[in-house]
């Protein structure tokens, strides 16, 4: 797994896409994060601009007691909020998934008491992504 300024990524080679995306479900359940949002980045350039890409999906995950904590300690967090997870297929058919970096996401913030809550989620995401490589 490689932890880049943007996000943690690891690849998974050649693999099912649906199965990865399922994959990714589970590992950030076990975390105590759900997806509540998930974009289908393929479907969505199909539809408006007529162009077949790659599978993409970006997966908006949360963890809602942190969340919560976060929004009581500063409700601008939001903005911030939820971490996104990318799945994405190369031109030769490999998956990788990038989790979003929370030191990264919230270098700007300075409420008092969020540099735990985001030094938690960075724990709780790198287990998730570091337990797709088994």
Do not use: W
Request: charged share 25%; proline share 4%.
């Amino acid at each position: 797994m490689s932890d880049d300024s943007l996000g943690m990524t690891v690849g998974l080679g050649l693999a099912d896409f649906d199965a990865a995306v399922e994959r990714v479900v589970d590992a950030l359940k076990v975390e105590g994060f759900g997806v509540i949002t998930e974009i289908d980045v393929q479907k969505t350039i199909k539809q408006k601009l007529g162009i077949d890409t790659r599978r993409y999906k970006i997966l908006g995950a949360c963890n809602p007691p942190i969340a919560h904590a976060a929004l009581e300690a500063d409700p601008m967090i939001g903005l911030l909020l939820p971490c996104n997870v990318i799945v994405f297929e190369s031109a030769r058919g490999e998956v990788t998934v990038s989790i979003a970096n929370p030191r990264r996401m919230f270098e700007l913030v300075e409420t008092p008491g969020v540099e735990g809550m985001v030094e938690q989620v960075h724990a709780k995401l790198s287990r998730a992504a570091a337990s797709l490589r088994s």
